[in-house]
C-alpha cells in the first residue's frame, strides 16, 4: 500500500506542477514579449513595483497572468520543493525508480522556470 501512496502522490505533484507550467507559459504569452518580462522592464530603473491596470481591468491581458500568480502560482514553490524531496527519498528504491527519477525532473524544471519569470517577486508586487 505504502508503494502505491508513494507512486500515486509523486505521480500528482508532477502533474500539478506541469500544470501549473502550462498555464503560467500559455497566459504570460498574452501580451507581446511575455507578460512578467514586460512588468520586470517597466520597473527596470527603480519605481513600486505594483501591478497596475487601466480603468477597464477585466480586459487587461495581464489580468489572468496576475491572478493565477497570486493564487495557484505561489503554490508551485513548496509544492515542487517536496516533490523533490519526496523523489529524491523514494529514487534509491528500485520499484519507484522511473517516476521518481521523471517527478524529480519535472518538478525542478517547473521550479527552475518558476523562478527564472520571477513569479515570486511578481506575485508580492
Known amino acids: ?22 498555464i503560467l507559459e500559455c497566459r504570460n504569452r498574452a501580451v507581446e514579449g511575455g507578460v512578467l518580462q514586460q512588468y520586470y ?30 493564487t495557484v502560482g505561489l503554490s508551485v514553490y513548496p509544492v515542487a520543493a517536496a516533490g523533490m524531496v519526496i523523489s529524491g527519498i523514494s529514487i534509491s528504491r528500485k520499484q519507484t525508480r522511473i517516476v521518481a527519477i521523471t517527478a524529480l525532473v519535472v518538478c525542478a524544471a517547473v521550479l527552475f522556470r518558476f523562478i527564472c519569470l520571477g513569479v515570486f517577486p511578481a506575485a508580492l508586487g
Open 1 to 22: 500500500m505504502r508503494l502505491a501512496f508513494r507512486i500515486t502522490l509523486m505521480s500528482v505533484i508532477g502533474v500539478y506542477c506541469l500544470g501549473c507550467l502550462v
Open 41 to 70: 522592464r517597466e520597473y527596470a530603473g527603480g519605481g513600486s513595483m505594483k501591478w497596475r491596470f487601466g480603468p477597464d481591468s477585466d480586459s487587461d491581458p495581464r489580468k489572468p497572468l496576475y491572478i493565477f500568480i497570486q
